[in-house]
């Protein structure tokens, strides 16, 4: 392959991200025989693990050890998770040994945010700016996190407010206590739901502002019992086909097949005994082991919304409260929550609950957060307030392609691109857990190795066929579009202001960012790719 004439570092292929993703990019693609570097801006690795410190931050997603990576037999046996779901420290520490293991230090380069990425025509190479230097790659791989741009609400007078702001997707590195402290809570999804009940055990006084409720189901985390770890290892082939086989194709939703059961096949009472035993046993299980209609038809979901608010209504002593609490949103349609004791934190003396829809943000003063009602006083504000999700590192990065185009152009009134992976008039430039991708809802760390595999495939098939650039046709990504559309369409999902949607960042288009294939979207972009290529366009190399 010819190099251009330079003395500026050329690489292979660049890597931006050094976290989950990024590192088994770059793991992967120096193993096929490339020359990769990997840049990060945080002084670790570890990404959105390293980022969101905040207490309480573990994983709310499926049991240890299915969240971790899946490709060495010999990492899954050696690697003891502690807890079914896992902390962050514990994920972090993993994250280390997978560096360790396989060497991907001397390739990861740290404090180093990369500025931008612009893509030169004649020469078929990008030209990546750190800063401080540039670096040139055939290929770019995006491995910037579908839930690290941090959104920081623009609350008026913020910068009044003499306390600390903190927020759970960029905590400090030095230790925060919250010991003595009244401290402020803005934002109830996930990550403030992890953080309530711990800055509660410590805190003089948290005031939680919420501004929609939100059902949260027991994570009942627990020690994992050294048997169920040997029986996954023992079984661990048939554990991961499992992980990737996709549902018969008469699934209502291939992303989420559920126990089997049709709601409407049991009377309301053995739905009930179903739904109060997946409460008892909590995690995930909750969603999937429920009936396959839970996320396609409003009645059942209604049903278990109707569930969930009786459950938060038992747990919650103060009615007024437990009513503030109420969701109205279709469960599940947001990211589902597991959570340690949340609901029943708001029994603590103290916790209080302000509902920002009746009594709204107003501004900060130096002294705390002044509603409608009046100011609460807090020494120290978190933010909880999500993300600008999927999308929003893509444009954070907005890398520049064919004739000086810049993402935020081509993207302006609704992200495009084809599998997920490509975006036209971007040659050479792949993303990991893009928009219309499964990415947040499927297993991220197997997603980005199957992701990274056909970026891998994709690379190599252009080596063998003297191919230079590659970038997908508009009409693909229109297809696409439809697709990952069409999918969302069958189900509730787009009913709901979510960050799915990206209704949480203002001024953001609404367009469902996730492809709810789940296995079967891999197997559809394996397809593409064993049928030739169907939707892109090889430019010989030059
Ligand atoms: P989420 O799920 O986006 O939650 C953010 C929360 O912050 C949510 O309750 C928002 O309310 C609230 N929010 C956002 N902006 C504001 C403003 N301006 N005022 C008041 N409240 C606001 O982010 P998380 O970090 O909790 O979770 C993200 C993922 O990270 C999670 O799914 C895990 O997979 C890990 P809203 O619901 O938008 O009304």
Request: aromatic content about 10%.
């Amino acid at each position: 392959m010819t190099k251009p004439a330079s003395c500026t570092p050329h690489f292979d292929a660049i890597v931006i991200g050094a976290g989950v993703s990024g590192m088994y990019a770059l793991h992967h693609l120096r193993e096929m025989g490339l020359s990769v570097r990997a840049y990060d801006g945080a002084p670790r690795i570890g990404g959105t693990w390293w980022h969101n410190r905040y207490p309480g931050a573990r994983v709310d997603g499926p049991s240890a050890p299915l969240y971790g990576y899946t490709f060495s037999d010999e990492l899954v046996k050696e690697w003891t998770w502690t807890e079914t779901q896992s902390s962050q420290p514990e994920v972090l520490s993993y994250l280390d040994h997978f560096a360790d293991k396989f060497d991907l230090r001397r390739d990861i380069q740290l404090d180093t945010w990369v500025q931008g990425a612009c893509y030169d025509e004649a020469t078929q190479r990008w030209t990546v700016d750190l800063g401080d230097e540039r670096v040139l790659a055939e290929f770019v791989i995006c491995a910037v996190g579908a839930l690290s741009a941090p959104n920081k609400p623009p609350i008026p007078g913020i910068d009044d407010f003499e306390g600390r702001v903190l927020h759970t997707g960029d905590w400090p590195t030095d230790p925060v206590s919250f010991e003595g402290k009244r401290v402020g809570v803005i934002g109830t999804g996930s990550s403030g739901i992890q953080a309530i009940p711990e800055i509660a055990k410590q805190a003089a006084h948290v005031t939680v502002f919420q501004r929609s409720a939100q059902y949260t189901v027991p994570a009942r985390n627990r020690p994992l019992v050294p048997e169920e770890l040997a029986a996954v290892r023992e079984n661990w082939e048939a554990v991961r086909t499992g992980m990737v086989t996709p549902p018969p194709p008469e699934a209502l939703l291939p992303m989420m097949p559920g126990n089997g059961r049709s709601a409407f096949d049991e009377t309301s009472e053995q739905r009930h005994a179903l739904y109060e035993e997946l409460w008892t046993n909590g995690t995930l299980g909750f969603v999937y082991g429920n009936y396959a209609e839970l996320l396609v038809n409003e009645e059942i979901n209604r049903e278990v919304c109707a569930f969930l608010q009786g459950k938060i209504r038992e747990i919650v002593d103060d009615p007024e409260t437990a009513e503030k609490l109420m969701p109205d949103h279709f469960y599940g349609t947001k990211r589902p929550i597991l959570d340690d004791g949340y609901y029943a934190t708001y029994n603590r003396d103290n916790v209080s609950l302000v509902d920002l829809r009746s009594d709204p943000i107003e501004r900060m003063t130096a002294k705390g957060v002044q509603t409608s009602s009046g100011e609460h006083a807090i020494d120290v504000l978190v933010l909880a307030t999500g993300f600008d999700a999927i999308s929003g590192s893509m444009l954070r990065l907005n890398p520049v392609g064919r004739d000086g185009v810049r993402l935020d152009e081509r993207w302006k009134e609704q992200f495009h691109n084809y599998l997920g992976l490509m975006v036209s008039g971007f040659p050479n430039l792949f993303m990991i857990h893009g928009p219309g991708t499964p990415g947040v809802l499927y297993l991220m760390p197997l997603g980005a190795e199957l992701e990274t595999e056909w970026i891998a495939n994709c690379v190599e098939h252009m080596r063998s066929q003297g191919k230079g650039a590659v970038e997908p046709t508009v009409e693909a990504e229109g297809s696409w579009d439809s697709e990952v559309t069409e999918l969302a369409n069958r189900t509730l999902f787009p009913k709901t202001d979510s960050w799915y949607t990206g209704a949480n960042i203002e001024g953001k288009s609404r367009h469902f960012a996730v492809h709810l294939g789940g296995p079967a979207y891999f197997e559809r972009i394996r397809q593409i790719a064993d049928s030739g290529y169907a939707g892109f366009v090889f430019e010989d190399e030059f």
